[in-house]
């Protein structure tokens, strides 16, 4: 029997295999019921691969906490320390860039879990903000995102294969962890 609480650790090298194969099971489960299969094909294409993972990995603005139950991966996140929109307005801003959980493991806690070790992980970073952008027909990931304390802010256009969409930009001030 699997155990309830995943536990949350670093994302090293060696995880690019697993990010990747965990990259696009978990966007194609998120999009492919609202996407064409040409669009969601050409955008994993592009940016789920282990060429890319390895890189991302490689870089020190970029970030992965990867959530495990009985060491199997059932999610994760990235940040990046980068570019900041204007819209995001509070200090020392860190993006969360992707956050995927799988499916099966949806309204289990790991999602929580995942998210409250980003706000540990950004606050020892340094950051006193988060932010991140999220599909405006994504209806279910911007209800756990405002559960979370995260607010609208602006919105970005969003490049899916050939068609356009709308992210919109939440933005979550960090408060230091009651003592």
Not at 94 to 119: N, P, S, W
Not at 139 to 157: M, P, Q, T, W
């Amino acid at each position: 029997m699997m155990k309830s609480t995943p536990s949350i650790r670093a994302a090293t090298a060696a995880d690019a295999e697993t990010l990747t194969e965990l990259a696009r099971r978990t966007f194609h489960d998120a999009f492919a019921p609202m996407n064409s299969a040409e669009n969601i094909e050409a955008y994993m294409s592009q940016n789920f691969t282990l060429q890319k993972f390895s890189a991302h990995l490689a870089d020190p603005r970029v970030f992965f906490l990867i959530a495990e139950i009985d060491a199997t991966p059932v999610g994760f996140a990235k940040f990046c320390d980068g570019d900041v929109p204007d819209c995001v307005s509070g200090v020392a801003p860190i993006e969360i860039e992707r956050f995927y959980v799988d499916r099966e493991f949806h309204g289990k806690d790991v999602a929580q879990t995942l998210m409250q070790a980003c706000f540990k992980h950004a606050r020892q970073a340094g950051h006193e903000t988060i932010f991140l952008g999220v599909w405006d027909k994504n209806d279910r990931a911007i209800a756990f995102y405002r559960k979370c304390g995260f607010d609208v802010v602006g919105s970005h256009a969003f490049q899916m294969g050939d068609e356009t969409q709308n992210d919109l930009l939440m933005e979550k001030r960090l408060q230091e962890p009651a003592r």
